[in-house]
């Protein structure tokens, strides 16, 4: 039952954290101009390379004999650890000299 849980709260921080990622990164492109288009481009090119190496990760365990729960959870890892590092780059750049964040957020 514990285990049930631990899955479940995970899951909900994900999402949140997936929302606030996605969030951050629509006022970035509503702001436009030249950072828009870099992040547009950046949006881009990490979901490929995040599916990517979530494949390979996820390949890459089932050919090794390991389960499919076992191969989604690594899968998994390198798609929450690349959700978190944009996270903290977008966070850190929507702060003001100040240190506080954009009221838009």
Aim: proline share 2%; hydrophobic share 50%; with cysteine.
């Amino acid at each position: 039952m514990l285990e049930l849980l631990n899955t479940w709260l995970e899951s909900m921080r994900f999402t949140c954290e997936l929302q606030a990622v996605i969030s951050m990164g629509l006022v970035q492109l509503a702001q436009g101009g030249p950072r828009a288009a870099a992040e547009a481009n950046r949006m881009i090119t990490e979901k490929i390379a995040a599916f990517a190496d979530a494949e390979e990760t996820l390949v890459s365990a089932l050919a090794h004999g390991e389960g499919f729960l076992i191969a989604a959870e690594r899968s998994y890892t390198s798609v929450r650890q690349r959700v978190r590092a944009n996270s903290h780059r977008l966070l850190s750049a929507a702060r003001l000299p100040a240190g506080r964040l954009l009221e838009s957020l």
